[in-house]
């Protein structure tokens, strides 16, 4: 099956896995990387801004870029996957998560989804303001120091 970036069909959430496309995956680790070594924050859209994602299930194989002036519930599941496997990563082997460097532009932290998968894998207790704020700020602490001393 293939889909194209103006239609999603339910089957691509279970067919796109980020190692259809090593390269986009390479550089959004890179980005996040170079960001933590600065001790910076990235919003989603500078994350992506100018990859070209090349994922066979999508958009018949074709090099496509994510709309950064109006994401889409796609657009949002690709970069959710991508960034979920990179902190699974870097959660195993380093004990934190890379994702929590990546902030949504007008709120300036990561994304509901992120606090709310974070739950899920039992990460933080609940989702109260406070545990949130506090469970961020540890974590950006954590890679801000691992990239500083690896990146």
């Not at 279970?14 to 001790?39: F, M, N, T, V």
């Not at 889409?72 to 496997?85: E, M, N, P």
């Amino acid at each position: 099956m293939s889909i194209t970036k103006s239609g999603q069909e339910p089957e691509v959430r279970a067919i796109l896995q980020p190692d259809q496309d090593d390269a986009s995956y390479q550089e959004i680790k890179q980005r996040i990387a170079a960001a933590g070594k600065r001790r910076q924050l990235l919003t989603y859209s500078q994350l992506v801004q100018g990859i070209e994602f090349q994922i066979p299930s999508i958009n018949n194989g074709q090099p496509f870029r994510l709309n950064v002036g109006g994401w889409t519930g796609l657009d949002r599941h690709i970069i959710g996957q991508f960034l979920g496997k990179l902190s699974c990563e870097s959660y195993e082997e380093h004990g934190f998560m890379a994702n929590a460097l990546v902030v949504d532009a007008i709120e300036s932290r990561p994304s509901k989804n992120f606090f709310g998968w974070m739950e899920y894998v039992e990460a933080i207790p609940d989702k109260s303001e406070t545990e949130i704020l506090r469970f961020w700020a540890d974590q950006v602490q954590k890679a801000h120091r691992w990239y500083r001393k690896h990146g």
